[in-house]
């Protein structure tokens, strides 16, 4: 009996330490499961772009799932069971003790489909002006800014890869990215905010005490935007081509556009393009008879990368970007950043999610 009784209360011991043990559970996981589930929704998302990027490359058709909600639950649960029972035969006696733990783990996560309106203003929205602007005021490369997210200022065409209407930037269009940045670098450029027929108006000036290499550079790039030669403060529009003389009109591009354009620079295996499966990579005029650096690199081969930022795989071959293609990895990365820059509106309800409470 006093054996008995000292299991009994060694077992009850261990399942009260089991069961003290949930009160703690939760927040030792905060640490790891948000570290896990942003390095796990991070890739996805990175191998979503590139994928759609490839699709859109091929004629397919886009698709983006976003994570809804992410809710993980756990559960710790102990059992001790403990018994003894007596016959009359003296030499005879039967004992029942036992101890039991349980653990569970059940993630629940939602995904909601980009359709509809929210399709429409998440990839088919072009980015504001504004926005655009804002990025060069805090510090991204004007020159890249708009190499990837611009169609034309004031009129000066930049290149467009996109299969149903490809087309060459105008001759003018590089040489004037070069002086902005430059006037960029200089500081000589910045934004404000002023009301315009009781609107809120971007407002780009260029600063009057400059050097003169900046100061010829800020010349030439209103004599290529036909601006008033004398002005300094110019309002900033949605459009193709200004006004007047005191107006920059910028004609952005949507985020569909953006991912079609990016998606001209893969370079597709040369047997899919023999099989009329994708159209040849686009290609750009020289500029000042040097070669364009492209914006991003995509690479493809039958087998698995052994070294990528992100891969795929799609029609039986991988398509990757390069973990040592550093300007590659910056674009894309900018990428997804500004994708968020396009939604506009109410966002969608993400659906209920219903609990367990037992």
């Excluded at 018994?83 to 009359?88: K, L, M, V, Y």
């Excluded at 733990?101 to 504004?130: D, E, H, S, V």
């Excluded at 315009?196 to 900046?214: L, N, Q, R, W, Y």
């Excluded at 556009?257 to 370079?267: E, T």
Aim: net charge neutral; glycine share 8%.
């Amino acid at each position: 009996m006093r054996d008995i009784a000292k299991m009994v209360f060694i077992l009850l011991g261990v399942g009260t330490l089991l069961l003290s043990g949930c009160t703690s559970l939760g927040p030792r996981t905060i640490t790891r499961d948000r570290f896990d589930y942003t390095a796990a929704i991070s890739d996805s998302w990175k191998n979503q772009m590139l994928l759609n990027m490839v699709k859109m490359r091929y004629g397919d058709a886009p698709v983006f799932l976003d994570v809804g909600t992410l809710i993980n639950q756990y559960a710790v649960e102990g059992l001790v069971d403990a018994g003894a029972s007596w016959i009359s035969d003296p030499y005879s006696s039967s004992q029942v003790i036992g101890a039991g733990a349980k653990y569970a783990n059940r993630p629940t996560i939602t995904y909601t489909p980009l359709k509809g309106g929210q399709f429409a203003r998440n990839l088919m929205t072009p980015i504001p002006p504004a926005s655009i602007l804002n990025l060069g005021q805090a510090g991204y490369p004007v020159d890249l800014v708009f190499r990837l997210c611009v169609h034309s200022v004031n009129g000066v065409q930049n290149r467009y890869g996109g299969t149903a209407r490809p087309l060459v930037a105008d001759p003018e269009f590089y040489p004037l990215l070069e002086r902005m940045r430059r006037i960029q670098d200089s500081g000589a450029i910045g934004l404000r905010v002023q009301k315009v027929d009781e609107k809120d108006t971007f407002v780009i000036v260029f600063k009057s005490k400059v050097d003169g290499a900046t100061e010829a550079d800020i010349a030439e790039v209103r004599k290529v935007l036909g601006l008033d030669p004398h002005a300094r403060a110019f309002k900033v529009v949605y459009g193709a081509i200004a006004a007047d003389d005191k107006e920059i009109a910028i004609l952005s591009r949507s985020m569909l556009q953006i991912i079609i354009d990016l998606g001209s620079y893969i370079a597709v295996p040369e047997s899919h393009v023999a099989e009329k499966r994708t159209p040849a990579n686009f290609k750009d005029e020289p500029v000042n008879g040097v070669p364009l650096a492209p914006l991003i690199r995509v690479n493809s081969a039958p087998q698995k990368p052994s070294d990528a930022f992100v891969s795929i795989r799609y029609a039986d071959y991988w398509f990757w970007i390069d973990d040592k293609d550093f300007p590659s990895k910056r674009i894309f990365s900018f990428l997804m950043f500004i994708f968020t820059l396009t939604e506009t509106g109410v966002e969608e309800k993400a659906p209920p999610v219903v609990l367990p409470l037992g």
